[in-house]
Structure formats: structure tokens, C-alpha cells
């Protein structure tokens, strides 16, 4: 077992960064594969970021390529995820998420996910 919360979200302008926090209690992240996903209204979650277990690995959706960054900090079993030169289009739930696939890119292949953390970004 494995809760997530994450943290960090919020409304900034076109342009501007954001830097997602994801708590995790119960196993350490050194058990899973994460990933952040978003959802936007009316649009199916899709994976943004994905990591292997222990780092080694990382998956970026082409949309977020050059712009967003995934690291972990396994001393405090915590996933960041910072967003640089946000765009309207990255408005969404934000949500983080363990596998223990060895790089999960599908959500359905994730088994915990946090609560979700809106990001709204204005033009």
C-alpha cells in the first residue's frame, strides 16, 4: 500500500512555472514506477511524466518535452514535477501516481493515485 498527495498547484499566467509536489506514505518509492498524469474536462487522463523506480528511466509526453522536469527525492519519498513555460493548454488535474510496472504510460496500468491538484493556466 501506498498514499499519494499531491501538492502545488494553482493559476498562473501564460509563461509561468509551477512545481508539483507528490507525497508519498506507506512503501518507498524504491518499490514503484510514478508517473504524473493530467485530465482536462470532457478529455481522457493521459500520462505527462513517467519515471522508473529508483529514476533511471523517464518518459515526457511530447507536449511537455523541454518544459517540464520529474525528480524524486527518495530521503523524503517525494515526487516533484516542475512545470516551466506553462501554456493555457496545461490547464488540468494534475495527478500523481505508483505502478509497479517498471515505466507505466497508461493509466490504466497505474494501481495509486493521489487526489489530484488544479492547474490553471490563464493567457
Known amino acids: 500500500q501506498v498514499q499519494l498527495v499531491e501538492s502545488g498547484g494553482g493559476l498562473v499566467q501564460a509563461g509561468g512555472s509551477l512545481r508539483l509536489s507528490c507525497a508519498a506514505s506507506g512503501r518507498t518509492f524504491s518499490d514503484y514506477a510514478m508517473g504524473w498524469f493530467r485530465q482536462a474536462p470532457g478529455k481522457e487522463r493521459t500520462v505527462v511524466v513517467a519515471?522508473?523506480?529508483?529514476?533511471?528511466?523517464?518518459y515526457y509526453a511530447n507536449s511537455v518535452k523541454g518544459r517540464f522536469t520529474i525528480s524524486m527525492d527518495n530521503a523524503k519519498n517525494t515526487v516533484y514535477l516542475q512545470m516551466d513555460s506553462l501554456k493555457p493548454e496545461d490547464t488540468a488535474v494534475y495527478y500523481c501516481?505508483?505502478?509497479?510496472?517498471?515505466?507505466?504510460?497508461?493509466?490504466?496500468?497505474?494501481?495509486?493515485w493521489g487526489q489530484g491538484t488544479q492547474v490553471t493556466v490563464s493567457a
Open positions: 519515471i522508473s523506480r529508483r529514476g533511471g528511466t523517464t
Open positions: 501516481a505508483a505502478t509497479s510496472v517498471a515505466l507505466g504510460l497508461r493509466a490504466d496500468e497505474y494501481r495509486y
